[in-house]
């Protein structure tokens, strides 16, 4: 079995205040590779798969990831608390019955309601492909998908999931197919952002992806076109139909492998109004009864589409095509030009790669290939150019039909990609399912721009990613509202301003209190330490006048302090009292006593400092 | 915090929370039962209606004949019918920073609040109630607009004029606030200033404040709303409902541990079960279609209507009513359904998982493809070709005052053979029909109200136990008509707060705790106890505690025993030489004799009484608090 990427995010338990760490175990796939996606993140004790993919590339037990790396001995429901699913595709999701029932796991399974609603379909189509037509055993059955259907639960976008009282996750709009994801899963205050496969440019049916700043300790993301700054979009369908109408007038068939439900649509939007246009004649046809089915998916989840067809959708159904027919398997034999949507994408298996040999002879002929191939299918192949194909009982296909590859995927790009690091503001960065290469150039990319990290590990490789959690503290209102009322009226909200407290520890908790509130919960005294100050003064005046000097010699000098002179014969500059006293034999020296307590030490040293010189000549008495 | 109460109806609630220094509004419902006081809008010229005659006062002093018509002998205004509006004078609505909706009903004063009044904030509705929302009140603009109506009756509402009117007239409250209708522009703008939320979603306000739509199990959308910060929890329960019709179940839960619950939208119909109504539904519509006669439904385009809807598509084969024609007439008639089919996320499990398969689902969908359920957008063109009768009509408006509905009334009014039905429990149907009497055609009232009734909630209350109840002052007393019902009441220890329209409450909560984040350089927290100073600032919308500069203020005693003996050896640098010690009950006296110093040690104070000699003190000072623990 291949080794399943995972990436392990481990935080930190407990209220210490030393930096956390987020693990990442990239399983299989995710890694640096585009076949597959299975990726375990650790995050605060929490163990989350994100995907569970299956590579289209192999026919053996390689195809699915190795759930070994997880545990050694059977059932993984105590190693995960959840399993997410970003999207419907295959590479993403097409692991999960064996998974789920085979390997065993019995926890959450969380989808969009329309992945739900297409992920079993998809896996059921699949597992026909493999065991029915191709005899292979050891894979699931119809059962197994249900029963591992039976445990997913719906997500809706935005919504807050608590998966248990710690675990939490959202998901958000991610464009590329009707349904997919992105999913924040978050504990405590840290976080870990996946973005599946996702667009950031909205197409003909499907919004852009879109995600508030939320920060996340780590933006896991997708990489497919990690280089790929894909040109305008307008001239890419220009040239898809410029080539599709060549074809069509010189007499020639277009095969278009597609998968039922995605980039079809989008494609099919787009012929459908080229027709109309243009008033064309060629047949379009759709292959397989899925899609009739797939259409309607569209129209029932139109609220995941964009908001053009949204609004549009009571006058106008963009999904209901006039052009497009169903087709049936003697078409393929009929003369004439045709256009042939057939499924699968890559060519594989199923009724593209049928329509392909009856075709593939005829140089007047074109097969478009819209999405990427993974490496070992007849798609790959005929893209690297090769013109003869070894085919099942030893026979060679000659390619002698046009291939033409244009990108249709709706993957986000190098643009993209960055766009969506600015929408989040990441603190790390990790890129998956991509290749090496063009991940490296991406990477540094990213370094440059946004000085974050960025990780891209390989398959079974462990990226462990240093996190700097927050504490979470109480604070008294008492408090607070004591500082705001020293501070005066309203604090500017924009700036930072110094207060005093007392930090609690207690039962778990941090709490930020009044100081005498801490002395009072943890039943200790305050220690009152004051000072009195003798200062010796020569002033020939009688003890109230010259104390009456002292009030005025210090008011003129402390600007903003409360000053008070008392009738009980004292002066209090704050909480210092100041008296004077003098002998009957020396009724010119005068004795000063200060007294202050340790808080208003710098003022109270200040203040015998100042009296000890002496009182200017000239004050007045009164 | 405080809340003001800008609505005096229970179920169309519009109040004002003032919490941790934002301002919330919750609902903005629109009172419409006002424009039960005006003539019928008529689609086509009435003769009835414009022959009725002017009102007079008695003694012939007040002539209104221009603005009031009394038929059937009430008095109704002769003037584009208004609506009472939320209070605006209670407070600056400028100064609302929020809106919160919980369903598309109690959202139609929005355009009233968010417009021309200075607002700048923002609403938060789930995308269920938007949509629908945008529809109904696209709906009422389009009903006004049809038939504009120059005149606009003002005199009739002058105080010293309004209290010598016949009743119901004379008892209309609040008349001055009435309004027309807004325009199509207004609500454009109003709902552009939505912001989507789904189910769960935590949506932050300020940085202060968290609040949380929850399925409410009422209608498409429609939610409760949590409003929290980290210690304080207050519920807002609007139009809820706990039976299972189409929409997703009440999440109850997330209720729990509430400080305070504002509870509104209770049902309007106490004692009516909405499954009975439905029967009496049913067989009134089969009876009277059986007779020959056609069946009116005044109705709202959303809402309960799926859901008769869909039981008629149960009943119509087993009724024999298959061939029978269903006519669904609204501009907003076809989006309506269109909408319906695609908010699965918001619908209850069955109806889920039919759109797994992929089905719609609400099987008025295959009523339309079977041809026996037709809308149109008015009575105007296409219908009027295709009508056949006997047939059942579902138009609006309820209130029978405008719209469709108003030509149907005057078209089958006068025979016994037809049958209006009244389904929603919004208007008296009496009040309804009152200014087309004298009328033959027969009358059956089931209305239907789901929402929550007074068993229910009491149930609901004991189960999520909020410390204290809100609540409209409706709720704490037996209805009028049914004063020794004392079980259509909230009865609650302790008792519910009373509101009533203009009432401004103080809610009793005592906060004593505000979160804040200890940011991780601050450095590990050794000790149990730590004295700190703190540099409170916002980044992120969240306060933290940064930064540590240095700390003196409190000093508990550590043990003082023995710490006499220890200044009795006091470095001679200072030149001590003599120190003279003397007891006291609570501790030590030394005597520093040539410097003419005293310290006087207590368990809980030390006083040092010296000369202006600083370096002495200072030292002496050190000295001490080495012996003292500092926070």
């Known amino acids: 079995m291949a080794r399943v990427p995972k990436v392990l ?35 605060g004790g929490k163990n989350i798969m994100l ?67 297409i992920c079993p379909i998809l896996l059921e189509d699949f597992r026909k492909i493999t065991v029915d037509k191709k005899g292979e055993t ?80 780590i933006l896991i ?86 908001q053009k067809i949204r609004k549009t959708f009571v006058q106008r159904n963009m999904f209901e095509f006039k052009h497009i027919k169903a087709f049936d398997r003697s078409y393929a034999d009929n003369p004439g030009p045709m256009v042939v949507f057939a499924t699968p994408g890559m060519l594989h298996a199923g009724q593209s790669l049928q329509i392909f040999k009856k075709w593939a002879g005829n140089e007047k002929n074109m097969i478009i290939m819209p999405g990427y191939c993974v490496q070992g299918t007849i798609g790959h192949k005929i893209l690297n150019g090769q013109k003869k194909l070894e085919m099942e009982n030893r026979q060679t296909l000659e390619v002698k039909l046009q291939v033409e590859y244009m990108s249709f995927s709706a993957h986000a790009d190098a643009k993209g990609i960055m766009q969506l690091i600015r929408m989040a503001e990441p603190r790390n960065m990790l890129l998956v399912h991509g290749e090496a290469k063009k991940m490296e150039f991406l990477k540094d990319k990213i370094e440059q721009e946004f000085t974050i990290n960025c990780f891209m590990p390989a398959n079974g490789e462990t990226t462990t990613v240093i996190t700097n959690p927050s504490v979470p503290v109480d604070i008294s209102l008492n408090l607070l509202k004591r500082e705001m009322a020293l501070g005066g009226p309203l604090p500017d909200p924009k700036k930072p301003r110094t207060m005093h407290g007392t930090l609690i520890m207690k039962d778990n908790s941090l709490r930020l209190v009044t100081p005498e509130q801490a002395l009072k919960e943890l039943g200790l005294n305050e220690h009152q330490l004051r000072f009195t100050c003798r200062v010796q003064l020569q002033d020939p005046h009688s003890d109230p006048d010259t104390l009456s000097r002292i009030y005025t010699h210090l008011k003129s000098v402390l600007k903003g302090y409360t000053i008070q002179h008392l009738p009980d014969g004292t002066v209090m500059v704050e909480s210092i009292v100041i008296k004077v006293s003098s002998s009957a034999e020396e009724p010119n ?31 007045s008495s009164m | 915090m405080k809340l003001y109460c800008l609505s005096g109806h229970p179920t169309l609630p519009c109040n004002v929370l003032k919490f941790k220094s934002t301002t919330i509004m919750l609902d903005c419902g629109l009172d419409t039962t006002s424009v039960l006081q005006f003539l019928p809008l008529p689609l086509v010229h009435s003769p009835r209606l414009s022959k009725l005659p002017g009102w007079v006062s008695k003694d012939g002093t007040i002539n209104l004949e221009k603005e009031l018509k009394e038929c059937a002998g009430r008095v109704f205004v002769d003037s584009q019918p208004e609506f009472c509006l939320p209070e605006k004078e209670l407070l600056d609505l400028s100064t609302i920073d929020v809106i919160l909706i919980s369903n598309y009903h109690c959202m139609m004063a929005l355009p009233y609040i968010t417009e021309h009044t200075g607002f700048t904030g923002t609403v938060y509705a789930t995308e269920p109630t938007l949509q629908i929302g945008r529809l109904l009140m696209e709906e009422l603009v389009n009903f006004m607009e049809r038939v504009p109506k120059a005149q606009s009756a003002t005199c009739w509402k002058y105080k010293e004029i309004q209290r010598l009117l016949p009743g119901p007239l004379k008892d209309a409250v609040e008349v001055s606030t009435w309004k027309r209708c807004y325009s199509m522009q207004d609500v454009n703008s109003a709902l552009s200033k939505v912001q989507l939320v789904g ?18 199990g009422y209608s498409l959308g429609s939610s409760n709303w949590i409003i929290q910060s980290h210690y304080e929890k207050v519920s807002y329960v609007s139009g809820s409902s706990l039976l299972t019709t189409h929409p997703q179940p009440m999440d109850q839960s997330s209720l729990k541990n509430s400080d305070v619950l504002i509870l509104t939208g209770l049902t309007q119909m106490p004692t009516a079960n909405p499954d009975g109504m439905l029967g009496d539904f049913c067989s009134n519509l089969a009876m009277t ?53 695609i908010f699965a996320e918001w619908l209850c499990h069955n109806k889920q998982s039919k759109v797994y398969l992929p089905e719609p689902p609400f099987p008025h969908a295959e009523l339309i493809q079977t041809n026996k359920l037709k809308h149109y957008p008015s009575i105007h063109g296409d219908f009027s070709s295709e009508f056949r009768q006997p047939c059942v009509v579902f138009t609006g408006h309820p209130s029978l005052r405008f719209g469709d509905v108003v030509h149907f009334m005057e078209l089958w009014g006068k025979s016994s053979l037809n049958t209006i039905i009244f389904t929603e429990p919004d208007f008296s149907y009496l009040d309804a029909l009152a200014p087309y009497q004298p009328l033959a055609m027969k009358c059956v009232y089931c209305p239907i109200d789901t929402r929550l009734n007074f068993h229910q909630v009491s149930k609901l209350l004991k189960e999520v136990q909020p410390l204290h109840v809100v609540c409209p002052e409706q709720y704490t007393q037996p ?93 001679s640098q200072h030149g001590i030489t003599e120190v003279k010690v003397e007891e006291t009950t609570d501790g030590h006296i030394l005597h520093l004799q040539a410097e003419d110093t005293l310290i006087q040690l207590e368990e809980d104070g030390t006083h040092i009484v010296c000369d202006d000699n600083e370096p002495l003190r200072t030292a002496l000072r050190d000295l001490v608090l080495r012996f003292l623990m500092k926070l």
Request: hydrophobic letters at 40%.
């Open chain 2, 199 to 216: 189910y769960s979603q935590k949506v932050e306000l300020f940085g202060a404040v968290q609040v949380t739509p929850l399925s409410s």
């Open chain 1, 51 to 117: 995907d569970c993919g299956m590579h289209m590339g192999f026919n053996d037990d390689r195809r699915f990831p190795d759930f070994s790396y997880i545990t050694q001995q059977g059932r993984l429901t105590e190693f995960l608390d959840c399993v997410i699913i970003s999207h419907f595709h295959l590479d993403h999701c097409g692991a999960l019955p064996y998974m789920s029932e085979m390997v065993g796991y019995d926890g959450p399974i969380y989808m969009t309601h329309p992945t739900k609603a």
């Open chain 1, 9 to 43: 995010l481990r935080g930190l338990l407990g209220l210490a205040v030393t930096p956390g760490a987020v693990t990442l175990d990239v399983l299989e796939g995710a890694g640096q590779d585009v076949g597959r996606s299975c990726i375990l993140v650790s995050i």
């Open chain 2, 289 to 341: 279609i059986r007779a020959g006669g056609n069946v009116l439904v005044p109705c709202y385009s959303s809402g309960v209507i799926y859901d008769l809807l869909e039981c008629l598509y149960q009943f119509i084969e087993n009724a024999n009513l298959g061939s029978t024609p269903f006519y669904f007439i609204s501009p907003v008639a076809n989006s309506s359904l269109e909408f319906s089919q």
């Open chain 1, 138 to 217: 050891n894979f699931f059955t119809s059962q197994m998908i249900k029963d591992c259907m039976k445990k997913v639960v719906p997500l809706n976008l935005h919504q807050t999931v608590q998966v248990d009282d710690e675990l939490e996750i959202k998901a958000y709009y991610a464009g590329h197919v009707l349904g997919a994801a992105m999913v924040q899963i978050k504990v405590g205050s840290e976080s870990v952002v996946y973005t599946g496969d996702y667009n950031m440019t909205p197409d003909r049916h499907l919004g852009a992806a879109w995600i508030d700043k939320c920060r996340p300790d």
């Open chain 1, 589 to 619: 020296t005068k004795v000063l006593l200060l007294s202050w307590s340790y808080q208003d030490e710098d003022l109270g040293s200040f203040l015998s400092t100042l009296l000890k010189k002496g009182l200017p000549s000239g004050l």
């Open chain 2, 479 to 571: 209805p009028p008509a049914q004063s020794h019902r004392s079980d259509l009441m909230l009865e609650l220890q302790p008792p519910p707060m009373p509101y009533r329209r203009c009432s401004v409450l103080g809610l009793p909560f005592r906060r004593r705790w505000e979160r804040i984040q200890l940011l991780p350089e601050v450095g590990p927290v050794a000790t149990h106890l730590s004295d700190i100073s703190i540099l409170l600032s916002l980044v992120h919308h969240s306060a933290v505690l940064k930064n540590q500069p240095p700390i003196v203020q409190v000093l508990p005693l550590k043990k003082m025993r023995g710490s006499a003996v220890f200044f009795l050896s006091l470095p």
């Open chain 1, 221 to 306: 993301s997708e990489s497919t076109y990690a280089t790929t700054i894909r040109d305008s979009k307008r001239c890419r369908e220009r040239d898809f139909l410029k080539k599709v109408h060549e074809t069509v007038e010189r007499g020639g068939k277009v095969l278009i492998p597609v998968f039922a439900l995605g980039r079809a649509q989008e494609l099919c939007i787009l012929l459908e109004t080229f027709w109309e246009r243009m008033n064309m004649k060629a047949p379009i046809y759709f292959s397989t009864g899925l899609t009739e089915k797939a259409n309607h998916y569209y129209k029932l989840f139109i609220t995941w589409t964009n």
